[in-house]
């Protein structure tokens, strides 16, 4: 339990349990109350979480693919690269980028004016429909999410994918059958999360177009914040 892998995958256990604690208490207390309010400030405030934690399992999953590439492409020196000191950095280093990611979107948030007609057409403050009930202008904010999200969703993303590519072309080096289930059994975990989190992200903010209602937009957003969270204990126990 004290492989690089295993403490990556704990502080990931910790961000799922977080990310879905920001929406999920909040959705079932007004479908059991029927009160559908939240303060300005607890708004405000879960939207950071959300794009906090959001934020750091894109970085952490992305520190895993790296840990997996080091495991099959160089297997002799897996524990000289992913020495203790690395591994804190790695961590160190998701959670104060994550913080940098959401922070700007709040303070930026919070200098805008609302009009009267507050009504949020979703179960949590999401940034996007909030901007739509402002009546400032909102090219600021709309340019930080173009950065941003290159930098929590696009470059995570391709980091992965690179990794998975020289897992790949290591694998096809020695195409053989117990080489392939190694890398599958070593790998596949940590692909079917990736595959679930970002498959469900891509459909929503990349092909928009395909999900122009908002009960599409509800599903999709269920899908990441509270399917997949609950999925990855799943999936690693089983691996495991």
């Known amino acids: 339990l004290h492989q690089p892998m295993f403490f990556l995958l704990s502080h990931l ?28 400030a607890g708004c405000v405030t879960q939207m950071y979480f959300f794009m906090f934690f959001a934020s750091l399992d894109n970085y952490l999953l992305t520190s895993m693919a790296y840990d997996r590439y080091v495991a099959v492409c160089h297997p002799l020196h897996y524990m000289t ?4 000191g690395l591994c804190i950095l790695l961590v160190t280093g998701s959670w104060l980028l994550s913080c940098a990611s959401a922070l700007p979107h709040t303070l930026l948030l919070a200098q805008l004016s609302f009009c009267d007609d507050n009504t949020i057409p979703h179960f949590f ?24 999200g290159v930098a929590v969703i696009t470059l995570p993303l391709i980091c992965i994918l690179i990794s998975y590519g020289r897992i790949g072309a290591t694998i096809l080096k020695v195409p053989s059958t117990k080489g392939i289930c190694k890398a599958l059994s070593t790998c596949g975990s940590h692909l079917t999360v990736v595959s679930l989190y970002y498959g469900t992200i891509i459909w929503l903010y990349f092909f928009p177009s395909s999900n122009t209602s908002s009960d599409n937009n ?7 914040t509270v399917v997949t ?4 204990p799943v999936i690693y126990s089983v691996k495991t």
């Open 218 to 224: 509800v599903i999709a957003s269920v899908m990441y």
């Open 13 to 40: 256990a910790f961000s799922d349990i977080c990310f879905s604690s920001v929406t999920v208490p909040k959705m079932l207390v007004n479908m059991l109350t029927q009160d559908q309010s939240i303060p300005y």
């Open 81 to 84: 690269i992913m020495r203790e």
């Open 229 to 232: 969270p609950m999925l990855n």
């Open 125 to 148: 403050c999401d940034l996007g429909a909030l901007l739509k009930l402002s009546c400032s202008d909102t090219s600021l904010n709309e340019l930080l999410i173009f950065t941003v």
